[in-house]
């Protein structure tokens, strides 16, 4: 009995009105909460999350108000399978309603799965470099590398979750413990002790003398954070030093433990691929006597050493590079017409959407047809 009031109240049409209505609330919301927030993190709390939290000042509470994009979702597409379950029976005069819920559910599920497994980066080539690697665009992770080890895929990472916690990581395969004594998720550095900026602790590397402040997070789509930690190593023979480590550093931090050397950083994470691409060449077209941007492009050189493959590419607007489940799109430029970037997107559903739009399609004609056949029977003599 409970199962059969549980369908029928997930079927019903009511439950799709207050979908929807929740639906535009949660869009009016998310837009004038980009005002404030700024659109990255907007979308990460309105959009793409189970539930929308209201963070009282001063408190570390976080009380839910509100659905989140994720639960919207996920209920419209529950309610769409319930009634179509419910209310239409299999039966050729109900192809094409069968194949346009089908191309429905298709496109709400597909966007779905894209949106929490597809994963974005970006790849910065200038003139002559060659890289087998994409970073992320604003998430970071702390690497501790092995010097003697050649394989960069080896390194052990650490995501910048765990260096909010500040807590004690241990590493596996490696002898000591990473202490983590402060992080600051966007900081800035300072030669001098200006307004507001305290001196920084370390007992060794080359963050002695420097200053910091902690900054409020960016919100705007095309400035990141810029995060500091600062870091203690502890052997079993006790502690090694305490290091800096920050976005703002090029170099990494460089530490021995038991006659081996290690070097530390805090970067964009990385997403390696078996493969590299060096850029030949980068055009940069603009409209006669304007600098409005006509077209431009580069000219990459793929490289695969387990194939053997070896190859030019050129990658433009509109005609990206597809390769081992990513694409390669060509997003913008250096200043200086010598360097270009390259967003690497990787996404499982690609396929969904055309998929869907086709069924949607197919069952549209399909049930047009049907009722103009049964018309046209209809009005013809007996």
């Known amino acids: 009995m409970f199962p059969e009031r549980f369908i029928k109240v997930l079927a019903s049409l009511r439950l799709t009105v207050v979908t929807l209505a929740l639906a535009m609330v949660l869009v009016f919301a998310g837009t004038f909460g980009e005002v404030h ?42 309610n769409l399978v319930a009634a179509h379950a419910a209310r239409f029976k299999l039966s050729r005069e109900k192809t094409g309603l069968w194949l346009i819920h089908a191309g429905l559910i298709l496109l709400l599920s597909g966007q779905l799965f894209t949106d929490m497994f597809a994963v974005e980066s970006q790849m910065y080539l200038h003139v002559g470099d060659t890289k087998n690697y994409s970073e992320s665009n604003r998430i970071h992770e702390l690497v501790v590398m092995d010097t003697m080890d050649k394989n960069p895929g080896d390194n052990i990472t650490i995501p910048e979750r765990l260096l909010v916690q500040k807590n004690n990581i241990r590493p596996s395969h490696l002898p000591f413990i990473i202490h983590v004594k402060e992080f600051y998720a966007n900081s800035s550095l300072a030669s001098n002790g200006a307004p507001g900026f305290a001196r920084v602790n370390v007992t060794t590397g080359f963050g002695t003398g420097i200053w910091w402040k902690q900054e409020p997070r960016e919100t705007a789509a095309n400035r990141r954070d810029s995060p500091s930690a600062l870091i203690e190593i502890v052997s ?41 691409l060096h850029l030949l060449a980068f055009t940069h077209d603009v409209y006669h006597g304007t600098d409005i941007p006509k077209n431009f492009s580069s000219r990459v050189r793929l490289q695969r050493p387990d194939t053997g493959e070896n190859r030019e590419v050129q990658i433009y607007m509109n005609n990206p590079l597809r390769y081992g489940g990513k694409t390669f799109y060509q997003a913008g430029f250096d200043m200086d017409n010598q360097g270009t970037i390259l967003q690497v997107v990787k996404n499982p559903g690609w396929l969904t959407p055309y998929l869907a739009c086709g069924l949607i399609a197919i069952g549209m004609v399909v049930q047009f047809l049907s009722h103009l056949v049964l018309f046209l029977r209809r009005r013809s003599p007996t």
């Not at 189970?50 to 979702?73: D, E, R």
């Open 37 to 78: 927030l700024g659109l990255y993190k907007a979308q990460n709390e309105f959009f793409r999350s189970f539930l929308i939290y209201w963070h009282p000042q001063n408190t570390a509470w976080k009380i839910p108000i509100f659905p989140g994009g994720y639960s919207i979702g996920i209920l419209l597409l529950l």
């Open 236 to 276: 079993p023979q006790g502690s090694l030093g305490t290091w800096l480590v920050s976005d703002w550093f090029e170099q990494p931090q460089t530490f021995t433990c038991n006659n081996r050397i290690y070097k530390l950083q805090l970067r964009l994470k990385r997403f390696y691929q078996p493969f590299s």
